[in-house]
C-alpha cells in the first residue's frame, strides 16, 4: 500500500515563530488531507488539498501531486497550535477510499 | 456547521465484555469509516460502509468486530469480546463527495476505549 512520511517527528517553537511540516507520499493520491489533533485527542480538519495551494488564517498548505509531496505552514506560531499534525491520503490505485496516515509531526509552541 | 458525533466520549470495560460504539455521520453523507488509534501511534483504517454493507476493511478488523447502520442517523461499531490491546481512541468519519472521484473526510470527536 501507499507510504506516508512525516517531517519533522518533532518540533518545538516559540510563540510568534513559523514552521513548515512535511508530508511525503509513495504513489499517486486521489486525496490528501492535514489534520491537526488537539490535546483532547479530536482530530480537526484543516484542509483537503490533493494538488495546489491553499490558505486558511495563519495555516497554509501546498501540495506537488507530480513530486508527491505537500507542505503545511504554520506562521506565527501560537500555544493553541500546539498538537499533532497528521497527513492523510488515499492512494489513487488503491481500491475503496481508506486514508492512509502518516506518523504524524508532534508541534510544541512555548510562550 | 454539521459534524459527525460520538457517544460516549469515553468508556471503560473489563476484557471479555462486548461494547457498542455510536456514531452518528452527517446526514446526507454517504460512506462511514471507522478508525482507530492506539496511545502514542497513528490512526490505522478500520472498515468503510456503504449502501449496508462493508465496502472495505482492513486485516485489524477481524471477527470480533463488526459494524451497523440500524437505523438512517446511526451508525455502530461492536467489538464482542475486547481484548486489551483493543484500548485506544475509535474515530467514526463520513465521507463528502466534490465530485470527479474527489472526496473529504470528516472525523467525529471520537470514543476512548479503555480495556482492563
Known amino acids: 500500500g501507499i507510504q506516508v512520511e512525516q517531517s519533522p517527528p518533532d518540533l518545538i517553537l516559540q510563540e510568534g515563530a513559523n514552521s513548515t511540516l512535511r508530508c511525503n507520499f509513495s504513489?499517486?493520491?486521489?486525496?490528501l488531507q492535514w489534520f491537526h489533533q488537539n490535546p483532547w485527542g479530536q482530530l480537526i480538519n484543516l484542509f483537503y488539498?490533493?494538488?495546489g495551494t491553499k490558505q486558511n488564517g495563519r495555516l497554509s498548505a501546498t501540495t506537488v501531486a507530480t513530486e508527491r509531496y505537500s507542505l503545511l505552514y504554520i506562521s506565527s506560531s501560537q500555544t493553541t497550535d500546539s498538537g499533532v499534525y497528521f497527513c492523510a491520503v488515499d492512494g489513487r490505485f488503491a481500491s475503496g477510499s481508506r486514508l492512509t496516515f502518516g506518523e504524524g509531526t508532534q508541534l510544541t509552541v512555548n510562550p | 456547521e454539521p459534524e459527525v458525533t460520538q457517544t460516549p466520549s469515553h468508556q471503560v470495560t473489563q476484557m471479555g465484555q462486548e461494547v457498542i460504539l455510536r456514531c452518528v455521520p452527517i446526514?446526507?453523507?454517504?460512506?462511514f469509516y471507522w478508525y482507530r488509534q492506539i496511545l502514542g501511534q497513528k490512526v490505522e483504517f478500520l472498515v468503510s460502509f456503504y449502501n449496508n454493507e462493508i465496502s472495505e476493511k482492513s486485516e485489524i478488523f477481524d471477527d470480533q468486530f463488526s459494524v451497523e447502520r440500524p437505523d438512517g442517523s446511526n451508525f455502530t461499531l461492536k467489538i464482542r469480546s475486547t481484548k486489551l490491546e483493543d484500548s485506544a481512541m475509535y474515530f467514526c468519519?463520513?465521507?463528502?463527495?466534490?465530485?470527479?472521484?474527489?472526496?473529504?473526510?470528516?472525523f467525529g470527536p471520537g470514543t476512548r476505549l479503555t480495556v482492563l
Open positions: 446526514s446526507n453523507h454517504l460512506y
Open positions: 504513489d499517486s493520491v486521489n486525496n
Open positions: 468519519a463520513s465521507l463528502l463527495s466534490r465530485g470527479q472521484g474527489r472526496w473529504e473526510q470528516f
Open positions: 488539498i490533493p494538488s
